[in-house]
């Protein structure tokens, strides 16, 4: 079955960095596109990056241009989101998204906090 890990995230203080990973399993994982979203606290989820299959080319909300960067190593099955110059805005449950024919899939999330 489809199996989505978070991991890496935690508390910082604002400016730093933290770099979070996904590791995929039960798919192909090198045919399929892959997302990161964010929930902040009271707010709905939203999506934040985004890399494609083939390619990789990658896409990214406004919010976090420059400040982010998606990447994935086909070989091990992972995504990562490398996030630098971190805000408290950032603070959120991140998500790791696959969309495999038609069906959602999500990982359990990993929490970041950006605080002083």
């Known amino acids: 079955q489809v199996q989505l890990v978070e991991s890496g995230g935690g508390l910082v203080q604002p400016g730093g960095s933290l770099r979070l990973s996904c590791a995929a399993s039960g798919f192909t994982f090198s045919n399929y596109a892959m997302r990161w979203y964010r929930q902040p606290p009271g707010k709905e989820r939203e999506l934040v990056a985004a890399?494609?299959?083939?390619?990789?080319?990658?896409n990214y909300a406004d919010y976090v241009k420059g400040r982010f960067t998606i990447s994935r190593d086909d070989a091990k099955k992972t995504v990562y989101l490398q996030m630098n110059s971190l805000k408290p805005e950032d603070t959120a449950r991140y998500y790791c998204?696959?969309?495999?024919?038609?069906?959602?899939?999500w990982g359990q999330g990993t929490q970041v906090t950006v605080s002083s």
């Open positions: 998204n696959a969309r495999i024919w038609g069906t959602q899939y």
């Open positions: 890399i494609s299959s083939v390619g990789g080319s990658t």
